[in-house]
T-cell receptor, first 109, second 112 residues
Framework: KQEVTQIPAALSVPEGENLVLNCSFTDSAIYNLQWFRQDPGKGLTSLLLIQSSQREQTSGRLNASLDKSSGRSTLYIAASQPGDSATYLCAVNGNDMRFGAGTRLTVKP | SQTIHQWPATLVQPVGSPLSLECTVEGTSNPNLYWYRQAAGRGLQLLFYSVGIGQISSEVPQNLSASRPQDRQFILSSKKLLLSDSGFYLC???????????FGQGTRLTVV
């Protein structure tokens, strides 16, 4: 069974810092990996989708990489802002879709 | 365009009462459908997923069941709720073949 781990569990940074969130998974037989953002009490908003054949995807200040063979993905956030504060979840899509426990990010003004 | 609807948004139910949460998808056919539960401060636990009508895969033994009576309808049910069933329930869909996933707004269930 696919297991997904996210490190760190929580992160607090001052505004303007660049930061990296990590996601690892145990089974490399995946179709894609997706990063989501969740605000408190809300549903999930898709940020980036990386197909298994791709190495990275970029959207604005966000860049996600995928190393399928080592079972790792990173989400890089450049020039963080207080509005980036949320929980970030990675989901690995194989036969089903499995989530990590998330990284709770706080960006302080 | 595709949309996903999940209701109700919040629900307070007594212990022992039944449950029915509904999720429907519009604008696509034969989607993969998922039910997740998120306990307070925890990640998403996959409860059920379905790749077609009447095809339900269950992840963990629990007090819940799921059904897919129509192609774009996914229902989460319980005959008798437990206190431990409280949580945030999320429905999701992805296109056949499993590409990008999209989520509903969730149902906050409180069992009292």
């Amino acid at each position: 069974k696919q297991e997904v781990t996210q490190i760190p569990a929580a992160l607090s940074v001052p505004e303007g810092e660049n930061l990296v969130l990590n996601c690892s998974f145990t089974d490399s037989a995946i179709y894609n990996l997706q990063w989501f953002r969740q605000d408190p009490g809300k549903g999930l908003t898709s940020l980036l989708l990386i197909q298994s054949s791709q190495r990275e995807q970029t959207s604005g200040r966000l860049n996600a990489s995928l190393d399928k063979s080592s079972g790792r993905s990173t989400l890089y956030i450049a020039a963080s802002q207080p509005g980036d504060s949320a929980t970030y979840l990675c989901a690995v899509n194989g036969n089903d879709m499995r989530f990590g426990a998330g990284t709770r990010l706080t960006v302080k003004p | 365009s595709q949309t996903i609807h999940q209701w109700p948004a919040t629900l307070v139910q007594p212990v022992g009462s039944p449950l029915s949460l509904e999720c429907t998808v519009e604008g696509t056919s034969n989607p993969n459908l998922y039910w997740y539960r998120q306990a307070a401060g925890r990640g998403l636990q996959l409860l059920f997923y379905s790749v077609g009508i009447g095809q339900i895969s269950s992840e963990v033994p629990q007090n819940l069941s799921a059904s897919r009576p129509q192609d774009r309808q996914f229902i989460l049910s319980s005959k008798k709720l437990l206190l431990s069933d409280s949580g945030f329930y999320l429905c999701a869909w992805s296109p056949e073949g499993g590409t990008e996933a999209f989520f509903g707004q969730g149902t906050r269930l409180t069992v009292v």
